[in-house]
């Protein structure tokens, strides 16, 4: 055995020094390294140091309550020069930050920045097409976020007469990343983890960068005593070993620690409970579960999207497709709540930079994703609006490359509708549209996608829209929807309307449907 690795959190946090580039690994709060985090913060608090480091972490970190996720950096004054990550949303104070210009931020795919740490090990840039045309392309914004960031990080680059975004070979000076166990050696066990998010890239970067690797864990054990096929992070690479109080390793925010959420157990789950109420959002999940097939591998995002897992189970074919999960895990049953992140049940947990390197090469045949704000040309934008910074996640790896792709959202924002004898009533219009002119931020490039020939179809509670020749075109109209006064009056362009337009699907407005499943299988015969 070599040198003793353990140390303290306030040990841990004299290394961190001003300038440097720091990393974090997390999804919601599962899987962060809270007492390292709030060790540097308590530096910072007392001795005004570090100063003016870079902060970069990848997945939605936070829960969207202040002094969580990225907070207890980001919201000290001088402590965070720059961030870099793929979602900002869920850390108040971060959000604060940008919205205040005081911070340098870039807002990157959340794919490529896990993959980004593996390139940096291997001395490499990463090569990408992911993000062509988005905002994160360096012609529009570069994935800049704030007025003050001035450094253009990606650059456009063509090989073999092909466009591609090289993203930066950036040097990382201290990874920060947690296990459940470590051993004497710092070999990382994460057993009782969710899920195992990017933590061998991120410490292969600092390693390779001459930076270091801090490990929170919630147990030491005696070398030797780990299964090496269990360890995720080898100990020739962790520098040191921080042992953590229990109220900084909770396993999710909402739990300190359950077996199932790990997978350690697989638990039988109420099939009998009760069908989630007839409303316009079931209407919308109903109808987007229409396009699913069995034998295929989906994913889907959150809110909306993901009443269409719910209406499959409700339908009775919740095991004919495998559902993925952003952070690496595949099949089971999603947990939302304070939970968020875990699965239940899972089939396989695999690292974010993989499950990316999966996402990118097309792996997926469905995914079902979010409307934000959506133009006449298809740009669909759920990264920014206003004050209301969120950035893209895996939303970009995701919907650049995967063939079929239903966006789903009700029409307008702040509307009131009912379903009511199989037709939609509008009880009260909207305060806004979320079909505008032009897009806020591209988030999704609908000229991308049609370079690409992928099928994209726009569900609302309203109608049905799908990208045709470069623009939006209604193919579908909702049962008792006027299609003046409740769809084109209601965007701010007049969409084409399709010679063939056609009533959805009567029977997704009933309270009982029952014929999702003939619906699929007829798809395989």
């Known amino acids: 055995m070599g040198k003793n690795k353990v140390i303290s959190q306030k040990q841990a946090a004299a290394l961190v020094k001003d300038g440097d580039l720091v990393t974090a690994q997390s999804i919601g709060m599962a899987g962060y390294p809270m007492h390292l985090i709030k060790g540097v913060q308590k530096r910072f608090q007392e001795q005004s140091h570090p100063r003016d480091i870079t902060f970069m972490w990848s997945c939605g970190l936070g829960n969207w309550t202040d002094g969580q996720g990225a907070d207890p950096l980001v919201g000290e004054d001088g402590l965070v020069k720059r961030i870099i990550t793929g979602y900002v949303g869920a850390s108040p104070a971060a959000v604060k930050r940008v919205n205040d210009n005081s911070v340098e931020a870039y807002l990157m795919p959340q794919g490529a920045i896990t993959q980004m740490y593996r390139s940096i090990a291997g001395h490499k840039p990463l090569i990408s097409q992911v993000g062509l ?35 930066p070979d950036l040097k990382v000076d201290v990874a920060l990343i947690r296990g459940s166990y470590a051993d004497e050696n710092g070999n990382l066990s994460i057993r009782e983890e969710i899920s195992t998010l990017e933590l061998l890239e991120a410490a292969s970067a600092a390693k390779n960068s001459g930076g270091i690797v ?16 269990e360890v995720v992070v080898p100990g020739g690479i962790v520098d040191y070993i921080v042992v953590s109080p ?6 999710t925010q909402g739990v300190v620690y359950d077996p199932a959420l790990s997978n350690q157990i697989r638990v039988v789950l109420d099939k009998d409970k009760e069908p989630l109420p007839l409303s316009p959002k079931k209407i919308i999940a109903r109808r987007a579960a229409m396009e699913l097939e069995a034998n295929t591998v989906i ?36 947990v939302s709540g304070l939970d968020f992140g875990a699965v239940y049940n899972a089939e396989a947990s695999i690292s974010m930079a993989n499950h990316f390197d999966l996402y990118d090469g097309g792996v997926l045949d469905l995914t079902v994703l979010g409307i934000g704000e959506v133009d006449q040309a298809g740009n669909d934008n759920v990264s920014m609006f206003g004050n209301q910074v969120a950035g893209p996640g895996g939303f970009i790896n995701i919907s650049q490359n995967t063939q079929n792709i239903v966006f789903v ?30 897009v806020s931020q591209v988030t999704f490039s609908g000229e991308f996608a049609t370079e690409k020939g992928q099928n994209i179809l726009y569900v609302t509670e309203r109608g049905v829209f799908d990208l045709h020749d470069n623009h939006l075109r209604l193919i579908e109209i909702a049962p008792g929807i006027d299609l003046q ?25 009933q309270e009982k449907w029952g014929k999702l499943a003939d619906i699929v299988n007829a798809k395989t015969k």
């Open 246 to 251: 229990q109220e900084d390793h909770k396993q």
């Open 214 to 229: 801090i490990a929170q864990v919630a147990h030491l054990v005696e070398n030797g005593s780990l299964d090496p096929k």
């Open 133 to 167: 045309k988005t905002f994160v392309d360096p012609r529009l914004d570069g994935s800049k976020a704030t007025t003050i960031t001035k450094e253009e990080l990606i650059e456009l680059v063509k090989i073999d007469d092909k466009e591609y975004l090289r993203y």
């Open 299 to 334: 994913n889907v995002g959150v809110g909306t999207p993901d009443l269409v897992p719910v209406v499959a189970q409700e339908e009775g074919i919740g095991d004919l497709f495998t559902s993925t999960v952003e952070n690496g895990v595949w099949g089971g049953s999603p």
């Open 485 to 509: 006064k409740d769809i084109i009056d209601q965007m701010e362009f007049e969409p084409e309307v399709s010679k063939n337009l056609v009533e959805m699907n009567p029977d997704i407005f």
């Open 409 to 438: 959202g009700t029409l307008t924002v702040g509307g009131k509708s009912h379903v009511e004898n199989g037709k939609v009533i509008i009880d009260k219009q909207g305060k806004m549209p979320k079909f505008v002119k032009h």
